[in-house]
């Protein structure tokens, strides 16, 4: 009896803080999409910048999410699939980006390739990051590439090398099993890896900030314009980035769950 | 056909050491060993998924130790059928067809013709994850002899089927074998696999050929005590030889409490290892009911029904397998008085 009663509060409690969390998270999210009116949210979002601000971040966002893909597919294949000197401390390097805050990320890579020999060398050939869009991409890939490489590692690790060895005799190079069996056998994890990369590139804010700088129509992502129009206090533009935002985050997460669903990120 | 010179390798948990064989053409081998003895790194090592630490591979006399698997003419076959789960079973039947460059006719046609020789036609459309088992197994047979290999390797092929399935595919790698004419290399922990198959065992305990021979040979002449233990001589006797006559040796057994006459070179003084399996007695309620040279007197321990047998341990420690119906018209019981006798010939003996 006296466990029943101890089993049942604990019940009523746990749920309880589910709930208080279910519905902290929504009056949040209801909030900002409520500020303002329809209308006044149309026209912000018809508004020049706003527009601006969409394009940038879904074209930084894409490419910097094609960059992680096109390095993190040979990267965590290797540390999948083979064995080598320094295996232990590059799969824990990879992770450092991770926990890095944003803001000490950028930090590094203004210093990286506004100060070094390194940096000059490659403005010189035209590849200018510090205050451009250049630099919104490096920054979204940096902070982001461990999510894409976390997923296709496990991705790869979860793929019987068996696998291509079979394709092998049956006539494929190492590359052509690679192409013809794993990379197709590893659809869901680039799917998720590509969702969630894309998403979070998006909402990047401090290490882009840090490198590109925030000017209106010329570094300002969704994020960026938010926080520049908070500060001059244009709240109707601020929320309709804050809007847009929050409708990538919920289709992405949509997207993630339903493909993602083994790949996990930590 | 298929020669493995001193073949060594090792990948920590699994290893082969100094590993020598000769495999004919045509011929089904079968490579027979406990888990973990290095079986399925020597069929990669042949199939050159592995490179040899040392040794050399030579496939119709053509060293092939550097080529990569998809130059050495070599179909495989896993346990667990590694199907592409992303293509039907026709697409993968077609993968290695596809990658030889062949015309699409061309490979419809031959994918056609195995599906029909294995009867998985009416599966053609399907992906492999709704496929049974030894449906799976099928495909992945199709999809390995497709490419005309020269050999065929077969790791644990039947060992994740039902005992039925496992059966039926058993007679259909025999058939593949006289169809194709390929060299088919299996192997098994199995031995009744083994034992049904092969032409020849090869059997491999903890990386190294222990044994090569006829199924009879390794079953019934096993060269050690290991080996005599892996391969079911469950009557290991240690003796002296007693004295030879005409090449059969009165071996005096202190364990039993009586001599064994066996069929060998071995000679009076010699200290010998006595290896009788248990299936070649026969148990009888009188002396002198068979031809047999050795007819042993003992009372019985131990009845224990195993299928359609019964496994039997006698006072003196000797363990016969007899079948039901043997049991029944004698009418064995615990503590029953019985003979039993065996040939000369059965028994095999090996230097102690």
Partial sequence: ?266 | MIRIENISKDLGEFFLRDVTLDINEGEYFVILGPTGAGKTILLETIAGIYRPDSGRILLSDRDVTEVPPRERSIGMVYQDYILFPFLTVAENIGFGLKSRKIGKGEIKRKVDELEVLLDIAHLAHRYPATLSGGEQQKVAIARAIAIEPRVLLLDEPLSALDSRTRVYLREELKRVKEEFGITMVHVTHDQTEALVLADRIAVMMQGRIMQVGTPHEVFNKPLNNDLADFVGVENILSGVVRNNEDGVAEIEIADIGSNIFAVSEYHAGDAVKVFLRPEEIILSGHAGDSTARNDIKGRINELQDIGPLTRVKLDSGIIALITKQSRESIGLQIGTEVYATFKATSVHVVRG
């Fill in chain 1, 1 to 266: 009896m006296l466990k029943e009663l101890k089993v049942s509060k604990i019940k009523i409690i746990t749920i309880l803080s589910c709930l208080l969390l279910a519905f902290f998270i929504l009056v949040l999210i209801t909030c900002v999409v409520t500020h303002t009116t329809l209308p006044a949210l149309m026209t912000s979002l018809a508004s020049r910048e706003i527009q601006f601000a969409i394009k940038l971040s879904l074209t930084t966002a894409a490419i910097s999410t094609i960059l992680c893909i096109a390095i993190s597919i040979p990267a965590a294949y290797a540390l999948a699939r083979y064995d080598f000197f320094g295996k232990n401390v590059i799969n824990t390097l990879m992770d450092v980006p991770l926990a890095l805050p944003p803001l000490v990320a950028g930090v590094g890579l203004l210093i990286l390739f506004g100060t070094t020999s390194f940096g000059k060398t490659l403005a010189e050939t035209g590849l200018v990051f510090v205050f451009t869009p250049l630099g919104i991409i490096i920054a979204q890939f940096f902070v982001n590439v461990p999510f894409m490489f976390r997923i296709l590692r496990g991705t790869f690790q979860g793929i019987n090398p068996r696998y291509e060895h079979v394709a092998e005799t049956l006539g494929c190079t190492e590359a052509q099993a690679f192409w013809r069996v794993t990379l197709p056998m590893s659809k869901n994890g680039l799917m998720a890896g590509s969702v969630i990369t894309w998403s979070k590139g998006i909402g990047e804010f401090g290490a882009a900030l840090m490198v590109a700088g925030a000017t209106r129509m010329k570094t300002e992502t969704l994020p960026i314009s938010l926080y520049l129009n908070m500060s001059c206090g244009e709240l109707n533009l601020a929320i309709a980035s804050a809007t847009i935002l929050i409708i990538i985050s919920l289709v992405s997460l949509f997207f993630f769950e339903r493909y993602g669903g083994f790949a996990r990120v930590f």
